[in-house]
């Protein structure tokens, strides 16, 4: 998607690339362009994997490559970090940027994106949806009619977010493993994307889904009536979309620029209207129901991911392999 400068005099050009869809993208990038006119922006739409991949290659090319990224893989991101691949950025923000979300000043969290229960509210007519996970376990219990192959979540095999989910839920939660094996039992349904989970719970071919994106379920129930959305009241772990200036940017100052931007409370106020989520600027943040689409988060026990060297644990194979087998034994009862 190429944003042509505003003012018709083209005076430089920023490359990013991204995660976010086009369409989500558009406005915050049009935001910033009002405030420089003469900035044409060139955006990538790209798979998180591929995002990384091409951050290494162009860089150990030297060929030079975006400059500024933007993605919803926290743990490629800080990975690119930790490698070298990203500059020390200081904005007009940073000072009051949450610690959690601020990794040596060169990975910045700039959302807040809670994992949701998702639920049929026709399904739910008669009785309230659950709100914790010994709801949901209660619920699979007392009412096996309506729960027996009517349950969805994450392929954590598959998608990248709903093992990042998982693997947090394992650390905060030592009955995860009985949750999931009571999902097992009432015959899990597994998928690899939030829209294939959010279109079955629509038409009530699944009555709840676990642990799915908050930002996506949002938007879908803002069209769709028959979703609810619950953030968990025992606990909700929060994931975030991550962005950092590559040290091998073509325009660092650019990149600095529109990352300053995104930071700022004008910024965060769009990404919040824009993705329908709260807001990691503590002073958006504290502004009216910033959550968009979604519940006011006060009394919540938010348990963000930290942007952090911890995240790379997540990306060893030897840890991957050991949860995914036990995702499995659980699901199959063993």
Same mark, same amino acid.
């Given at each position: ?112 994106? =809670?994992?949701? &229960? ?6 739910? @007519?008669?009785?309230?949806?659950? /709100?914790? *996970?010994? +709801? $949901? ?41 009985q949750?999931?094996s ?5 015959g ?43 953030? =968990?009241?025992? &606990?909700?772990?929060?994931?975030s979309?991550? @962005?950092?200036?590559?040290?091998? /940017?073509? *325009?660092? +100052? $650019? ?45 919540l ?15 060893d ?18």
């Amino acid at each position: 998607m190429l944003l042509p400068a505003p003012s018709g005099r083209p005076e430089a050009e920023i490359l990013v690339y991204s995660s976010l869809d086009n369409d989500l993208a558009a406005p915050l990038l049009q935001a910033f362009q009002a405030r420089r006119p003469g900035i044409a922006i060139r955006y990538e739409n790209l798979l998180t994997g591929d995002l990384h991949d091409r951050i290494v290659s162009e860089t150990q090319a030297g060929t030079g490559t975006a400059d500024l990224t933007f993605s919803s893989a926290m743990d490629l991101q800080v990975k690119l970090a930790n490698d070298g691949f990203a500059r020390p950025v200081v904005t007009p923000d940073t000072s009051g940027w949450p610690d959690w979300a601020n990794w040596r000043d060169t990975a910045y969290a700039l959302t807040f994106e =809670p994992a949701v &229960f998702a639920y049929h509210k026709p399904s739910f @007519a008669e009785d309230a949806p659950p /709100a914790t *996970r010994a +709801d $949901l376990m209660r619920w699979m219990e007392e009412r096996p009619d309506q729960a027996q192959g009517r349950i969805g979540t994450y392929d954590i095999a598959r998608s990248g977010v709903g093992y990042l989910f998982m693997a947090r839920d394992q650390e905060l939660y030592e009955g995860i493993w009985q949750v999931v094996s009571a999902m097992g039992r009432a015959g899990v349904q597994q998928y690899a994307t939030t829209a294939d989970l959010l279109e079955r719970i629509s038409d009530g071919r699944l009555a709840v889904g676990y642990n799915l994106l908050g930002s996506y379920a949002a938007e879908w129930a803002r069209n769709n009536p028959d979703l609810g959305l619950i953030l =968990p009241r025992d &606990f909700t772990v929060v994931v975030s979309r991550v @962005a950092l200036v590559p040290a091998a /940017a073509r *325009r660092p +100052d $650019l990149g600095t620029d529109l990352l300053a931007f995104l930071m700022s409370p004008e910024g965060q106020r769009l990404l919040s209207r824009t993705l329908r989520l709260s807001a990691v600027s503590l002073e958006v943040a504290g502004q009216s129901n910033p959550a968009g689409g979604m519940q006011d988060l006060a009394g919540l026990r938010l348990k963000p991911v930290p942007v952090s060297p911890g995240l790379l644990a997540y990306l060893d194979q030897a840890t991957r392999n050991r949860l995914l087998a036990r995702w499995n034994d659980a699901i199959a009862g063993r």
